[in-house]
């Protein structure tokens, strides 16, 4: 059974950093492109940023470029985001992602894709 486990959460001021922290158990985790998505409530889900299964590669939307920075552990089976500079806009619920799918994140259209698991999300709440 797969599970994927989201932590790092919290209320911070703008300005400050967050690291998010997302270990998934039950799957070949250095054979999956991961992601993290965010939403907030009453919006769609949105693709923040990818890393390629080696974590050779990756990508950002563009109002987090800069200031996130994702990587990936894969003897630890964990995917971090370090988010710097956090602004209100940044507040959202904040989602892990596993796509089994060859190349996922090389893609361009890499934010429009559903994924193979979800977590359930931590929550980042970002004061102005």
């Known amino acids: 059974q797969v599970q994927v486990a989201e932590s790092g959460g919290g209320l911070v001021q703008a300005g400050g950093s967050l690291r998010l922290s997302c270990i998934i158990t039950?799957?070949?985790?250095?054979?999956?492109?991961l992601a993290w998505f965010r939403q907030v409530l009453g919006s769609e889900r949105e693709g923040v940023s990818c890393i390629t299964r080696r974590g050779v590669y990756a990508a950002y939307k563009d109002s987090v470029k800069g200031r996130f920075t994702i990587s990936r552990d894969n003897p630890k089976n964990t995917l971090y985001l370090q988010m710097n500079n956090l602004k209100p806009e940044d507040t959202a619920m904040y989602y892990c992602?596993?796509?089994?799918?060859?190349?996922?994140?090389?893609?361009?259209?890499?934010?429009?894709?559903?994924?193979?698991?979800w977590g359930q999300g931590t929550q980042v709440t970002v004061s102005s």
């Open positions: 992602a596993a796509f089994r799918m060859g190349d996922y994140c090389a893609r361009p259209s890499w934010r429009t894709y559903d994924p193979e698991h």
């Open positions: 039950g799957l070949p985790f250095e054979t999956y492109d």
